[in-house]
């Protein structure tokens, strides 16, 4: 499974953008997707992740009420929009593939990872 992400840019705070994360592959609804980002000296958190029908979703709590992770298996793509972004929301963010149960929150459980989109909100 190959991912790409996309959609990153610079935005003012309080503004909103989609993050899209394009995949190949006929298995794409057996995968999890999560996303996960990595600010500066910090380490890679989990940001949101969609089960593979689209059916259950988890966020996490510093961008729950905020973000909203999609998916659309016929264009084998999952998207994030982003809305009332912060400062703090500044970072890389990846897409990954992973086929747990359940929606893991922790990135040695996915198996294939995107090149990352930049994401940088000024205030």
């Known amino acids: 499974v190959q991912l790409q992400a996309s959609g990153g840019g610079v935005v003012q705070a309080g503004g909103s953008l989609r993050l899209s994360c394009a995949t190949s592959?006929?298995?794409?609804?057996?995968?999890?997707i999560g996303w996960f980002r990595q600010a500066p000296g910090k380490e890679r958190e989990f940001v949101s992740g969609?089960?593979?029908?689209?059916?259950?979703?988890h966020y996490a709590d510093s961008v729950k009420g905020r973000f909203t992770i999609s998916r659309d298996n016929a264009k084998n793509t999952v998207y994030l929009q982003m809305s009332m972004l912060e400062p703090e929301d500044t970072a890389l963010y990846y897409c990954a593939a992973g086929q747990t149960i359940l929606i893991a929150t922790t990135a040695r459980y996915y198996n294939y990872w995107g090149q990352g989109t930049l994401v940088t909100v000024s205030s």
């Open positions: 969609v089960s593979g029908n689209g059916g259950v979703t």
């Open positions: 592959g006929r298995t794409f609804s057996s995968y999890i």
